[in-house]
């Protein structure tokens, strides 16, 4: 008969206690953790581009009322998560958003090598669409800091006379924050407050990543 001596029962009680030590102590993702996370996930994402969503115009004549989803670059230039567009009024994604009683939109955006474990989040919001391209507020610093995560689209841009398209800038502002954080066992699954996704990057932001209930921030966009 095969009978474990005591030494080795020991150590093999040892090694599990310390492989299972992290995960029981593991705290669940709160929400807060999740608008750290979606805000990292959708502020530093490596290429900036995300999936829009839009709905097909009620009168449409192939596609009415329809469902339409496409990458769409969006660079975040505000503090409060509000994200800056090149809107075209060529684009399918345009005309949806111009026919749609709130100018409104979806965009999700993935973790950059996205998993059923991985974060993703959906933003969902309006777009504002700036006409008058001379009183564009703070042209500039949208203009440089868009070009900073997306140099090809100087070949666009609103004031370029010779570029093929009319171009204006916009900006979309998410109104209701959908987050999974991966699997509902141990992440977080649901709607973000909007004003805790806006705030959740401020050093100042009273849900410190550091404090956050004496829990460790589990940041998932590392991994
Ligand atoms: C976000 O900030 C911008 C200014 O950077 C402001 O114009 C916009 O209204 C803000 N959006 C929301 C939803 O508060
Ligand atoms: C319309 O957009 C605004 C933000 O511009 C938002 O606060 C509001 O909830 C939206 N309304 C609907 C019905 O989606």
């Excluded at 095969?2 to 029981?24: E, G, K, Y």
């Excluded at 996370?37 to 009415?64: C, E, N």
């Excluded at 998560?81 to 999700?108: D, E, T, V, Y």
């Excluded at 109104?175 to 806006?198: D, K, M, N, R, T």
Aim: include cysteine.
């Amino acid at each position: 008969m095969f009978s474990l001596n005591p030494q080795i029962c020991w150590t093999l009680s040892l090694c599990l206690m310390l492989t299972l030590f992290p995960i029981l102590t593991r705290g669940e993702e709160t929400v807060f953790d999740a608008a750290r996370i979606s805000r990292r996930l959708v502020d530093s994402s490596p290429d900036s581009v995300g999936t829009f969503a839009t709905i097909f115009p009620s009168d449409h004549p192939d596609l009415p009322g329809e469902p339409f989803s496409l990458q769409q670059y969006y660079a975040s230039c505000h503090t409060n998560g509000s994200l800056a567009l090149l809107f075209l009024p060529i684009s399918r994604h345009s005309k949806n958003i111009l026919r749609s009683a709130n100018h409104s939109a979806s965009l999700s955006v993935a973790s950059p090598h996205p998993a059923a474990w991985k974060p993703r989040v959906s933003l969902i919001g309006s777009v504002t669409v700036f006409r008058d391209v001379a009183n564009t507020p703070d042209e500039d610093q949208t203009a440089s800091c868009y070009l900073k995560r997306h140099p090809d689209a100087v070949h666009w841009l609103p004031k370029d006379k010779h570029q093929p398209h009319v171009a204006y800038w916009a900006r979309f502002d998410p109104y209701a924050i959908y987050f999974v954080g991966g699997f509902g066992s141990s992440h977080y699954i649901g709607y973000i407050p909007l004003e805790l996704y806006q705030t959740a990057l401020r050093p100042e932001s009273p849900h410190d990543p550091k404090s956050i209930a004496g829990r460790i921030l589990i940041d998932q966009t590392q991994s």
